[in-house]
């Protein structure tokens, strides 16, 4: 009998490459499943269990239901049991929005709004006064009490400092029965055709009644009904007058300041919301920034004439309706196109700059008569801000861009929020200010926060408070105490975009769930390995069953339970080669086994490179947290840029040093981060940047494509004898394109079925039973192989098969050398492997031909990589670096770390307390710094390789 309460039993199990496995997880544990890249890890854990968990969850939906949704296709297993609901935390990139902040992803923020909205104290922005609301039945109590025996004027206020004669406002209200008004402090009859200086600005208010307040039942009747129309008349506020007075009292059933009498609406948690017409700042759109237009990048050189091209968005004198304009607008200021844009008259330069309407009249010397001239100009600033704003094409807005700098927005100072939002306050704060607080400082903020809250408002806010102290608490446990919840979630890194999602998981606090993660130790540094584990463990302490497919010594080692499989990756995977505690693993003679115990090992280098001598500087970086930092990158080398999370390596490699780069190399528009100079860019022919992003996400993109080895390989079955008499052209041969594909499925080899909010779901289309051509094509055979079977081939194969064909063997043979010989040409993109993608992507990139003087800038190209596929890709790598080209790699894996030729270490913490370099030199002279983290576990690693280590050179 199987204890369900103890294990989750697979039999069966045969999705993508896994062998008809069965496999005892037990519940309630920490099980890492490791093995080599594309072994089959993620096909186990989020392929067959995750997707089962998935299925049955929309099973138990009524049948009704269902239908909209279609079925969830069943993965290739036998049976599934003890199986409890699931959750996958998988290696996806953030959103990229730019209202996407770490504050709305880990929905701390919309507690805080929660909490502003129901407990604030809210301020008048006139006087900074605290602002007060009434009901119907105060307002009357309130009247009758202060103004006992004495005679009143209700007004309710309609205009308030505004513009505007008001002829058909008076109109109106006549209409509606009223008889007074009092316009700007004086009481007057309404009259017929009544209205005001239409220049100034105007107080109007109509005279709901006048009255003498006294106790009896008619009076409160009629003043019920009096306060009634007056709130309906003057949205939600009125005036009370007495005889003689100059100055009314305001009363409001919205919150409104007792003596200037504004308003705020009732606060609603949208209210606070920078996305929400509500609340975001209608300057910026709740963005925080607005763009400018740069007068500077208009006219870069004042020296130059108008028609020399002194004004960069018109280039030089042409004949065009711009410079016609220019012309007439020149005639009118009297002066010429050829004068240098610093002797043009200011007055001019205005006119040229923001437009204006202009008719004047010349006597034409010629023809003696006098010539009408008219101007109506835009002005060059206002056209590129419209064509910013309302332009429909990209690179209209790029163009505009170019003359626009990024600014904090003037109204609400990059708060992103409407002005009455940022004055409600809780514990003397608004909402904008908590969110740039630190995590670590908004922790403190509201372990302080009961003590100093009372009454009604202590009752309310506690709920919110407690939710907000554990979600915070959870991102202090993962490590990201240096994150504003204001950071946008573009600039995060992938680890702290990970962790970020993690810790949102965690703070709901589940019992007797299953998760599942996919490595979520990338871009963490070995520093924090120990925080994510920790929390990992508390997550299964409190009683769920925690999965993780991971590579990380430190983790495989604290797991209960570490399943490997293997032997090999691809088609000669997919087998469960050991099981166990991690001290059993020593018995068997795995490759992950002989890694951990330290029987294989990946050796230090006996020597450090020394480089061509010749070297790249950057100084003065001051982009993100980095501190005026200035680095040196010698040529020549393999450089490692190491340090903790959020310290800024990508701040300083991928935002600063690769756009500038980029944009002398191959004019790149990307604008990298503030820096002051950079030299020896001479030394260098080409940068190339491989970064996280992930590879085509649809089923038509494959290896093939992506490499560009299929073009080359459609061109050669064109050429054949068959394909020449037929005349097909190389398109034939390409499943995109109507012609020579199956046209059931569109050459996708699959149908999709939509779900309405589940994800689309892929079924093999039955014309070509997934072989993506039609009959006609597949007939055509290069060496006796169809253009189908050779999509089936693995890379291995391949590279034999078209040996003879340089072009398409360079590429194949690069993607071999990366250790991916197993995956087949056409595999569809969406089955790889985040680990296989990363390589396919190095394998393209590195199969470009290389100048021996090429720049390589890598992003953590260990990510999803086993011990044994990082030794393979260092050995590419090596290479590339003894023809002479300089690889930069971003990297936390000391396995890598050590083989460097030379490190540059940014520390110390992250956040505000990064952004400096701490040390820098080859793994030894890096080993001997004594405050550096990476330093640490680099001495570590660096005296337990057996080997004698180089000396330093």
Known sequence: MINYEENIEVKGARVHNLK??????????????????????????????????QRRYIETFSAYARQFLGGLERPDVDKIDGLSPVIAIEQKTTSKSPRSTVGTITEVYDFLRLLFARAGDAYSYNTGEKMVSYSDEQIKNLIIDIYREKKINILAPVVKSRKGHYRELFEQIAKQGFVKVRVDGEILDITKGMKVDRYKTHDIEIVIDRLKVLESEDFHKRLNETINTAMYSGNNVLMVLEEGEETPRYFSRDLMCPSSGISYPTPEPNTFSFNSPKGMCPKCNGLGHVFEVNEQKIFPNKSLSIKAGGIAPLGEYKK????????????????????????????????????????????????????????????????????????????????????????????????????????????????????????AELATFFYELQDNLEGNQKKIAEEIVKEIKTRIQFLLDVGLDYLSLNRSSKSLSGGEAQRIRLATQIGSQLVGVLYILDEPSIGLHQRDNERLINSLVSLRDIGNSVIVVEHDRDMIEHADYVIDIGPKAGRHGGEIISEGKPEDLKQYHTLTAEYITGEREIPVPQNRRKGTGKKIVLSGCTGNNLKNVTSEFPLGKLIGVTGVSGSGKSTLINETLYPIMNAHYFNGVKKPMPYKKITGLQHIDKVIDINQSPIGRTPRSNPATYTGTFSEIRALFAKTTEATIRGYKPGRFSFNVAGGRCETCQGGGLKVIEMNFLPDVYVECETCN????????????????????????????????????????????????????????????????????????????????????????????????????????????????????????????????????????????????????????????????????????????????????????
């Open 20 to 53: 008809n496995i069965d496999v005892t997880i037990p519940r309630e544990k920490l099980v890492v499943i490791t093995g080599l890249s594309g072994s089959g890890k993620s096909s186990l854990a989020f392929d067959t269990i995750y997707a089962e968990g």
């Open 320 to 439: 065009s309706w711009a410079f016609k304009q220019l012309e007439t607008i020149a005639q009118r200021y009297k002066f010429e196109l050829t004068d240098p844009i610093k002797k043009i008259p200011s007055d001019a330069m205005e006119v040229i700059l923001n437009g204006g309407k202009d008719s004047f009249e010349v006597d034409s010397k010629t023809l003696g008569v006098k010539r009408q001239y008219k101007i109506d100009y835009e002005g060059i600033s206002n056209f590129i801000k419209t064509q910013f704003d309302e332009a429909n094409s990209t690179s209209i807005k790029r163009w505009a861009k170019e003359y626009m700098d990024k600014v904090s927005c003037p109204n609400c100072e990059g708060a992103r929020l409407g002005k009455e939002s940022l004055y409600f306050k809780i514990g003397e704060k608004n909402i904008a200010e908590l969110a740039q607080l630190d995590i």
């Open 770 to 953: 997934g072989k993506r051509f039609n009959r006609e094509t597949l007939e055509i055979r290069y060496k006796g192989k169809s253009i189908a079977d050779v999509l089936e081939m693995t890379i291995n194969e391949a590279v034999d098969f078209f040996e003879n064909i340089p072009k398409i063997h360079r590429k194949l043979k690069t993607i071999k050398d990366v250790g991916l010989g197993y995956i087949s040409l056409g595999q569809q993109s969406t089955t790889l492997s985040g680990g296989e993608a990363q390589r396919v992507k190095l394998a393209t990139e590195l199969s470009k031909r290389d100048t021996g003087n090429t720049f390589y800038i890598l992003d953590e190209p260990t990510t999803g990589l086993h011990f044994e596929d990082i030794r393979v890709l260092m050995e590419v790598l090596n290479q590339l670096v003894d023809k002479g080209n300089t690889i930069l790699v971003i990297e936390h894996n000391m396995d890598v770390i050590k083989m460097m030729d030379h490190i540059i270490d940014i520390g110390y913490e992250g956040g505000r307390g990064g952004g400096m370099i701490v040390a820098k030199g080859t793994p030894e002279e890096v080993a001997k710094d004594n405050k550096s983290y990476t330093a640490k576990f680099l001495k570590k690693e660096l005296d337990i390789s057996k080997r004698k280590i180089a000396p330093a050179i």
